[in-house]
């Protein structure tokens, strides 16, 4: 999700820059656009390190319920 928002808002800022030609352009680029692609990158790289987790963690949850599911001693 934060990919795609993050290519869009590059895209879009990118187009923005090219057409700068004043002062006040390129301080919307260094004063709004710079630093919300650079949170949109944030977002993502969060994003990123939270589904790893979350898949950490339900592995080993997995891993835990077998355990016990053996330790029960059930047969499937």
Same mark, same amino acid.
């Given at each position: 999700?934060?990919?795609? &928002?993050? /290519?869009?808002?590059?895209?879009?800022? /990118?187009?923005?820059?090219? /057409? &700068?030609?004043? =002062?006040?352009?390129?301080? *919307?680029?260094?004063? &709004?656009?710079?630093? *919300?692609?650079?949170? &949109?990158?944030?977002?993502? *790289?969060?994003?990123?390190?939270?589904?790893?987790? =979350?898949?950490? *963690?339900?592995? =080993?949850?997995?891993?835990?319920?077998?355990?016990?599911?053996?330790?029960? /001693?059930? =047969?499937?």
């Amino acid at each position: 999700m934060f990919d795609e &928002v993050f /290519g869009m808002a590059a895209m879009c800022a /990118g187009s923005f820059r090219e /057409g &700068v030609r004043d =002062t006040f352009g390129a301080s *919307i680029v260094d004063d &709004v656009l710079d630093p *919300i692609l650079k949170e &949109v990158d944030s977002l993502r *790289i969060f994003n990123a390190d939270f589904q790893q987790k =979350t898949f950490d *963690i339900d592995r =080993t949850l997995n891993d835990a319920r077998a355990l016990q599911f053996e330790d029960s /001693g059930w =047969t499937r």
